[in-house]
Nanobody
Framework: QVQLVESGGGLVQPGGSLRLSCAASGFTFSSDAMSWVRQAPGKGLEWVSE????????YYADSVKGRFTISRDNAKNTLYLQINSLKPEDTAVYYC????????WGKGTLVTVSS
């Protein structure tokens, strides 16, 4: 069965960096686009970024463009999100999702940006 397991979240000071990972299994990872989506406390879901199946085409929400970098290692079945210059408004649970239709989601990893 499809499994997506996020990791790498934590508490970080404003201006800091984190790298999130999403370990995928149960499907042909290299055949699917993958996305990151986040949900801030008390708010709705916000799409953050997408990488195509090969990782050579990437897309970002305007709110994170220039600070976040999505990448993937198809040999390791892993999706990454490098997040730099963190702001308090980046505090959220970050989810990875499978496919253009985001038909499977992980359980998320919490990123808290606070001094």
């Amino acid at each position: 069965q499809v499994q997506l397991v996020e990791s790498g979240g934590g508490l970080v000071q404003p201006g800091g960096s984190l790298r999130l990972s999403c370990a995928a299994s149960g499907f042909t990872f290299s055949s699917d686009a993958m996305s990151w989506v986040r949900q801030a406390p008390g708010k709705g879901l916000e799409w953050v970024s997408e990488a195509n199946s090969g990782g050579d085409s990437t897309y970002y929400a305007d709110s994170v463009k220039g600070r976040f970098t999505i990448s993937r290692d198809n040999a390791k079945n892993t999706l990454y999100l490098q997040i730099n210059s963190l702001k308090p408004e980046d505090t959220a649970v970050y989810y990875c999702a499978k496919g253009r239709g985001m038909d499977y989601w992980g359980k998320g990893t919490l990123v808290t940006v606070s001094s």
